[in-house]
């Protein structure tokens, strides 16, 4: 695992600090000294006040250093590293061993990460390699509203399901999936096989692999929400077979 585009030297510039961050689009770097003993962070937000308080470009990193910084230890547990990020000013955190030095760097973005793909927190995973960008694209437009991942791992999806008032979702059905349907908010009418039935709020559907299915939200002024499970061996998109679409996507 390598760190090193994440950590600065106290003695090095505050322009070479700018070149580390700019480079590693993260906003931040942690200052450590050859022995990666950690003095503090630095932010973006360090730079930009020390500058406007007359610091130079070619002044020390140390100098700008917050070393009031929020951390944990590698014995934290995972309620530990729950409620540090639960503070909307800590985005990320160094871990540290019991000498103070840097072990790994956890962003709160990376922590969403883990727990949408049912990963065990680690402290020595590298999680640097998780793809943050899961979390910026997990909501999804359709003509009939949108749908929200909450949860994804190789045998479950889990979604939340929003269903605009005359919003309905393609006759459709899946090969490779099941799907288990909590009415949340709302009421419509469910089409499974060859039934049709008037769902309400608190209501669970089963959908079998093979079975077509929709849903329609009947009302004219309030929305459908619905959580959604999925149980299966692939949950791509291109498992949806439709049979019948009002928006003309068949």
Known sequence: MNLNPYIIKPEQT???SMEKIDRNHYGFLIVVDNTNKT????????????????KKTNDKVGSVTNAT???????????????????????????LDDKHRLINIIT??????????DIEYNVKYNFFSLNEKKLDHEIYNRPWGYYKTTFLNNK????IIKI????ELSLQEHKKREEHWVIIK?????????????????DYVFIPKGCKHKISNESPDETLMVSEVQLGEYFGEDDIIRYKD?????
């Open 14 to 16: 505050i322009k070479k």
């Open 39 to 54: 003095f503090g962070t630095l932010s973006d937000g360090d730079i930009r006040r020390g500058i406007l308080k007359g």
């Open 69 to 95: 910084f929020e951390y944990i230890y590698t014995s934290a547990s995972f309620e530990e590293v729950t409620e540090k990020f639960k503070s909307q000013k800590i985005n990320f955190l160094p871990i």
């Open 108 to 117: 709160k973005k990376q922590f969403h990460v883990l727990l949408l793909e």
């Open 156 to 159: 479950t999806r889990a979604k």
């Open 164 to 167: 605009l008032p005359k919003g």
């Open 186 to 202: 709302g009421s419509g009418e469910a089409t499974i096989g060859e039934s049709i039935k008037k769902v309400y709020a608190g």
């Open 246 to 250: 009002i928006y003309g996507r068949v």
